[in-house]
């Protein structure tokens, strides 16, 4: 490491708040799959800033149009109407099939829209103010209170309580378990279509449908977090497509401005209809014309460029690649998760394993302690596959 980025880096532990253990380095420029630090090294990159480059670094469409777009009109107000955030709400509502969209300005903001959506919902139905949401184990869905409130690890909660209350924890993929936290208030269930942080658990199918068969019986709204595994990762547009259920809401961001920082969420049917009207929620940045014309530009390539067809052509042949890693090696358990957001865990903690990656000029993160995190710009081909794969063996040895 050259003297400079040393320096800059003792610089940001003096000045930044410490809320990271941050990787030594300091990246400089992208270009495609492809990071580079200040001092010229090159990086694969298998994590795109946590599944957000979607399209990879320096995508010279989407930079041109944001360029347009400073030029021509970055803030009026939500107090106004602008042609960007038209045309990406008819854009966004396209791809999902929900019916009414509310843009935020990160993936913590679209949870505390969706809980008060949820609330508000149950709120005109019976003007109780008692309404529990059922969240899930190992989940996470953001560091606001609201959002940290559904979030399912106590570490994370216990120093900020008390957080929003009514929340009840209930076991990702059990039934049983979230039968159990039922009650007559309930108003809300929420879940990650597949876990991200909590170490890329999907959703199984039986899990998915049977809870959207007891939201139906009693009137409860299906809220899905797919911030991170939404936006093309698993192989459709949003992971819930794949599954045969539609949620009443749905959360997205990450990928959704590929590096632009957005979010949303989006109502469908009685909860578009039945929830939050003016005066109940509002942003200043939220959906104003620079970022939402990000958002319209990366939904725009995501069907000129059949981004999803990539996906799920490009994606079986990485878990080839790293069922083939895996098999060579005792400590490592399980291989699991969907397109290109795959999990491998080991036995042991792998913090080593990245210092290592990150040597020898790859870019990976962990999900949990034990579990390696795959979550590379979707636009990877077998190249970068085969590169990874080399990287990766060289440094678990
Ligand atoms: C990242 C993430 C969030 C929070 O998004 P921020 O933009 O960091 O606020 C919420 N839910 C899931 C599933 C995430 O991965």
């Known amino acids: 490491m050259s003297k400079r980025m040393q320096e800059e880096i003792e610089a940001a532990e003096r000045d930044l708040l410490h809320t990271y253990n941050r990787f030594p380095v300091i990246f400089d420029r992208g270009e495609g799959t492809d990071l580079y630090d200040i001092d010229g090294k090159q990086y694969l990159d298998f994590f795109s800033g946590i599944g957000v480059f979607a399209l990879g670094q320096g995508n010279k469409e989407l930079n041109e149009a944001m360029k347009g777009q400073i030029d021509k009109l970055m803030h009026t107000s939500n107090y106004f109407y602008n042609e960007p955030a038209i045309r990406a709400a008819r854009r966004l509502k396209e791809v999902s099939g929900m019916d009414r969209v509310f843009f935020t300005n990160s993936?913590?903001?679209?949870?505390?829209?969706?809980?008060?959506?949820?609330?508000?919902?149950?709120?005109?139905?019976?003007?109780?103010?008692?309404?529990?949401?059922i969240a899930m184990e190992n989940s996470f869905h953001g560091r606001t209170m609201g959002a940290l409130a559904v979030t399912g690890k106590k570490a994370y909660r216990e120093p900020f309580e008390p957080l929003i209350g009514n929340i009840r924890f209930a076991a990702y993929g059990d039934m049983e378990s979230v039968r159990g936290q039922l009650s007559d208030r309930t108003c809300a269930i929420l879940l990650e279509t597949v876990q991200g942080e909590g170490g890329i658990h999907p959703a199984?199918?039986?899990?998915?449908?049977?809870?959207?068969?007891?939201?139906?019986?009693?009137?409860?709204?299906?809220?899905?977090?797919?911030?991170?595994?939404?936006?093309?990762?698993?192989?459709?547009?949003?992971?819930?497509?794949a599954y045969g259920v539609k949620p009443d809401i749905m959360t997205t961001a990450k990928a959704l401005g590929c590096g632009v920082p957005v979010g949303a969420f989006l109502l469908s049917g009685k909860a578009a209809e039945h929830s939050l009207v003016a005066g109940d929620h509002g942003t200043t940045y939220g959906g104003n014309p620079f970022v939402c014309a990000a958002i319209d530009k990366v939904l725009e390539i995501y069907e000129k460029d059949d981004i999803i067809g990539h996906v799920r052509e490009v994606a079986p042949y990485l878990k080839e690649r790293l069922e083939q890693v895996a098999a060579g090696?005792?400590?490592?358990?399980?291989?699991?998760?969907?397109?290109?957001?795959?999990?491998?865990?080991?036995?042991?903690?792998?913090?080593?394993?990245?210092?290592?990656?990150?040597?020898?000029g790859l870019v990976l993160i962990n999900a949990g302690a034990n579990i390696l995190r795959f979550l590379p710009p979707l636009i990877i081909g077998r190249k970068e596959i085969d590169e990874m794969v080399e990287i990766l063996a060289r440094s678990l040895d």
């Open 107 to 133: 993936g913590a903001e679209a949870i505390e829209g969706a809980l008060k959506a949820a609330r508000k919902y149950a709120f005109l139905r019976d003007s109780h103010t008692d309404h529990e949401i």
């Open 204 to 241: 199984s199918e039986a899990f998915l449908k049977e809870l959207r068969a007891l939201c139906d019986e009693r009137d409860i709204l299906l809220i899905l977090d797919e911030i991170q595994c939404g936006m093309g990762r698993t192989g459709d547009m949003f992971a819930w497509q």
């Open 329 to 360: 090696r005792s400590d490592v358990l399980e291989l699991r998760g969907k397109g290109l957001m795959l999990g491998m865990e080991f036995d042991h903690p792998v913090g080593e394993i990245l210092n290592r990656c990150l040597e020898n």
